[in-house]
């Protein structure tokens, strides 16, 4: 059984997750590739930056910036 089990009182961090995501691919759609490519893919940030064609000092601060917009969208619900 592959079912995805979720701590009690997680699923909705999940979901506020997957929204918060959703809305920042809507605002900008690379910090939201950044964020899927380094963070869920494992990729490393010369990867990332390979990936995206970009430098990686730009994967490092749109990294920093998409934590931070994260961040502050989770602490608001």
């Known amino acids: ?3 995805l089990m979720v701590a009690p009182g997680r699923s909705m961090d999940l979901v506020a997750l997957d929204d918060a995501l959703n ?5 900008d759609p690379r910090k939201s590739q950044i964020v899927e490519l380094h963070f ?11 990936f995206l ?6 994967v490092i601060r749109e990294w920093n910036k ?11 619900k």
């Open 23 to 27: 809305a920042l691919a809507e605002l």
């Open 53 to 58: 064609k970009v430098a990686p000092i730009t």
């Open 66 to 76: 998409a934590k931070a917009w994260l961040y502050r969208e989770l602490s608001k």
């Open 40 to 50: 869920f893919g494992g990729l490393s940030v010369e990867e990332t930056a390979e």
């Open 1 to 3: 059984d592959e079912t």
